[in-house]
């Protein structure tokens, strides 16, 4: 596996040195695909169900073709048919004894192919003459793929299917059913648009409902990443203190993008040991860097809307949205403008609202970068 640049990662996955625990989750989601369970992962944005992923690929070890799809970069079915079908031929392709018979299956379809200039991996444009045709092909390609032996196929950010123009509801019902006939392959549906994937999943009224074990990630525990953060600036013979961790974690709110932003800026300007001053400074850096977008952001709302954000951001948590204290307190007005404000921030997914450990909700920003800078205007 070849090694980063910089112990802290901000994009990829770089092998298990890299990867900050996750044991507990891994290991649920390996025994569930060792036992015939398909999986359905949720977790909020960028705490890290893509480098899950790639995590439990790894530890699969070579027996297991492991196939991974970022459906969010498929907008028609006939995007995501071309897509699976390359990504289980960059899958299968490090795997000689049936590589031979998937291409061969594959030039039958007469494929325009090509090798993306940035990944090296292969891409690949069939020209399908219907539907119908699209989804004989993905079932030939599902039942090839199972006939080579044990298989996961991760289909990341699935909600976006209900996003095609075609009818996803039937969609879902005849992906379930070809999913129901494959002895080997097994199934990790991920995303972070939770309402959605879990009404594909939670709703008896959906193909897929209760077919899938439920898998949710949350923040990595602290004691954790600091161990993990120590243990990189040693190997590099560099120092960094608990406090400097905390102050790390704590603006970072836990997310483990952030913590990996910020780690890879302070480790990259520390000389021997880092201090609070090199982690205001990368803190500065990521602000101005973010800035333009987020006086964008600010002119594509009304002034109220970014003010109900602004408040939200103030605040970190709030419970209670429409609670006196809180409206007065940022002169908001009527809790009913408050919760129209509330309905289009969530929509936009600006705002989150999450479960705290006694189940009790509250709402946060979901881009904990916007709140801290929001918090510091
Ligand atoms: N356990 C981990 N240890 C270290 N880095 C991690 C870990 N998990 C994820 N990362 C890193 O954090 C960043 C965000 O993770 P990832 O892309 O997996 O999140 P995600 O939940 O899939 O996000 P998105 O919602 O944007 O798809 C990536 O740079 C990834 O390399
Ligand atoms: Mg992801």
Redesign the pocket.
């Known amino acids: 596996m070849e090694e980063p640049f910089n112990p802290?990662?901000?994009?990829?996955?770089?092998g298990p040195a890299?990867?900050?625990?996750?044991e507990h989750e891994k290991d649920n989601l390996i025994t569930a695909l060792r036992n015939g369970r398909n999986v359905t992962l949720y977790?909020?944005?960028?705490?890290?169900?893509?480098?899950?992923?790639?995590?439990v690929f790894h530890h699969l070890g070579k027996k297991w073709n492991c196939v991974y799809l970022?459906v969010?970069e498929a907008f028609s079915f006939k995007d995501f048919t071309n897509a699976l079908l390359a990504a289980v031929l960059n899958a299968v392709s490090k795997n000689n004894s049936i590589v031979k018979k998937f291409q061969d299956w594959i030039f039958t379809l007469r494929p325009v192919m090509s090798a993306n200039p940035h990944s090296g991996s292969l891409q690949l444009e069939i020209d399908f003459a219907s539907e119908a045709q699209q989804r004989t092909t993905v079932k030939d390609a599902l039942r090839l793929l199972d006939s080579f032996g044990p298989g996961v196929i991760a289909l990341?950010?699935f909600q976006q299917i209900s996003a095609w123009d075609t009818d996803s509801v039937s969609i879902e019902g005849w992906l379930r059913s070809e999913v129901q006939h494959l002895k080997n392959l097994r199934f990790i549906f991920?995303?972070?648009q939770f309402h959605l994937l879990s009404e594909m999943f939670n709703s008896a009224k959906r193909p897929f409902y209760a077919s899938t074990q439920s898998a949710a990630?949350g923040k990595?525990s602290a004691s954790d990443?600091t161990t993990?953060i120590q243990q990189h600036f040693k190997n590099s013979r560099l120092k960094i203190g608990t406090e400097e961790i905390n102050q790390i974690l704590t603006w970072a709110d836990g997310n483990?993008?952030n913590?990996?932003?910020l780690c890879n800026r302070v480790f990259s300007k520390t000389k021997k040991e880092t201090s609070r001053a090199i982690i205001d400074e990368s803190i500065l850096e990521i602000y101005a860097e973010n800035k333009l977008s987020y006086l964008a952001l600010s002119t594509s709302m009304s002034k109220y809307q970014w003010r109900v954000l602004a408040a939200i951001a103030q605040e970190g948590k709030v419970y209670q949205t429409t609670s006196k204290d809180f409206i007065t307190r940022h002169d908001l007005g009527s809790s009913a403008s408050v919760l129209r404000a509330l309905e289009f921030l969530t929509s936009r997914e600006l705002v989150y609202q999450y479960l705290d450990e006694a189940g009790k909700s509250y709402y946060e920003i979901y881009d904990i970068i916007l709140m801290r800078w929001l918090q510091n205007k």
Request: charged share 15%; aromatic share 22%.
């Open positions: 802290f990662p901000i994009y990829g996955y770089f890299y990867f900050c625990n996750r977790a909020p944005r960028r705490i890290g169900k893509t480098g899950l992923i790639h995590h970022d969010q990341d950010e991920s995303g972070s990630i990595i990443y993990f483990t993008y913590i990996q932003l």
